[in-house]
């Protein structure tokens, strides 16, 4: 694995970190809104926060396991090696 720079690290980091409050306020706005949508779309709008809710689950473990992968130190960053040394998931579980 090529090294990376504390700022890139941060940079992905940063973006974890966002995302996951997008899923988590998505997911919340999709059920609290629920009850204004017309009966025909109701199911539709449970599934789409079920979704960001599965999204935001994914995200969250994805995100530890880069911050795990890597430790950083007054300006320098190394692997860990903790939980792997490729800080990598696939959707497809494979």
């Given at each position: 694995?090529?090294?990376?720079?504390?700022?890139?690290?941060?940079?992905?980091?940063?973006?974890?970190?966002?995302?996951?409050?997008?899923?988590?306020?998505?997911?919340a706005?999709?059920?609290?809104?629920?009850?204004?949508?017309?009966?025909?779309?109701?199911?539709?709008?449970?599934?789409?926060?079920?979704?960001?809710?599965?999204?935001?689950y994914?995200?969250?473990?994805?995100?530890?396991?880069?911050?795990?992968?890597?430790?950083?130190?007054g300006g320098?960053?190394?692997?860990?090696?903790?939980?792997?040394?490729?800080?990598?998931?696939?959707?497809?579980?494979?």
């Amino acid at each position: 694995m090529s090294e990376i720079t504390v700022g890139q690290f941060n940079l992905v980091y940063n973006a974890f970190s966002f995302t996951i409050a997008a899923m988590g306020a998505a997911t919340a706005f999709f059920w609290l809104n629920r009850s204004l949508v017309a009966p025909p779309y109701r199911m539709a709008v449970t599934l789409s926060g079920l979704v960001t809710a599965i999204a935001l689950y994914h995200y969250v473990r994805i995100f530890a396991s880069w911050d795990a992968a890597f430790q950083v130190r007054g300006g320098e960053i190394s692997l860990t090696g903790s939980p792997s040394t490729t800080p990598t998931a696939t959707w497809t579980g494979s």
